[in-house]
């Protein structure tokens, strides 16, 4: 039994699904203590879009420890911030003609999220926030009443309040435009619905089981907010920094966000950093107003400069990354038509696709039995019912290739227990 198993808080989860001791991890390969090699179709949950270690980004992060630069330094003006700054402005906010100012909250995706709200509130003078319908924004409170998971939020242990949640795209079956409800609360007098402060949406909601929002519905709750004075967050913590094959989940969406909350990946090497990027008209807080210790990681700095100059100065690496999504969406379709009896559904957009799957834990099971075959998948959705695909996006076309087959295998196996009919090709 390792010190894991014995001593740390049974709130502990990903060592239960993964269950062996890992050591070393390079590119889309993890390596466990026997020595046994993963292939990684989980990529730290959407923080290791870059794979495990890639070198263009470790040798300048070894580099600048060894010259004993700055690790900590709070806010405080560092060479390192300075370039970071710098680099994320010139290749990816000038060229995409956006003004936004870069504002450091914590290190986490939720701390990116409860400044957006904060601002969002602070700007408007107003306290409701609307949501959507298997939303995840994090789990600090702020966050987590924009939340819609029953089993994250009960663990608040307080009322979770100031937000009203709205349909998601699709929500309501395919042939309404959820949107409608939005519209009619909004300008109906009568509605109950308070003039909210803001909007919070995921362009693909990942948590909440990989559903993709159509272009026209975005674009649609865009021209709504703009319409009605209501500031719109773009959570783009899990959907950005490529995953949806461009760095934002909105690019070449005619889409106007106030507040874009973006981590995970944002510093490619699995460091902890997170931004909120805010209109200029919405930079109101006052100096020292949020603050927070660790709003200035110095190495996560360095690594995500440099992600930023190896593959956005350009678009051939997200060009690839739509080739792949293209490739994955091909054969997650041709491995779900093997399976009738699980009706599995596709969706997502990019390298961020999932394929439901009828019947309480057969995702689960599935990725258990993929576990078991050398692959590391996730489950997502309010029952854990969506097979996850969320693998580097610089893993190889075998590597991908590779991680479909032991994807299908896993499929088939469960789809034979269960007794459902599996058209195994073998
Ligand atoms: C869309 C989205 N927002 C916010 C968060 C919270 O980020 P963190 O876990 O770093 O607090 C997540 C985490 O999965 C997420 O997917």
Redesign the pocket.
Known sequence: MSHIDQHESAVRSYSRGFPTMFRTARGAWLTDVHGRAYLDFFAG??ALNYGHNHPELKQPLLDYIAGDNITHGLDMATEARDRFIGAFHDILLAPRGLDYKLLFPGP??????EAALKLARKVTGRRTVVSFTNG????TLG?LSVTGNAFKRAGAGVALHDTVFMPFDGALGPDTDTLDVFENALTNPASGLDHPAAVIV?AVQ??GGINAASPEWLTRLSQLCQTHGIKLIW?D???GCGRTGTFFSFDGLDVEPDFV?L??SLSGYGLPL?IVLVAPECDAFAPGEHNGTFRGNNHAFVTATAALETFWRDDAFAADVRDKAAHLAQRLSDIAAKVPGLRPGLRGRGLMQGVALAGEGTAEAVAAAAFERGLIMETSGAHDEVAKFLPPLTLTRGELDRGLDVFEAALLAVAREKDLAAKDAA
């Open positions: 949950a959407g986490t995706g939720t701390n990116a999220v995840f924004h994090g789990m966050a995921e990942g948590e959570d913590i899990q959907a909350c981590s995970k997170s």
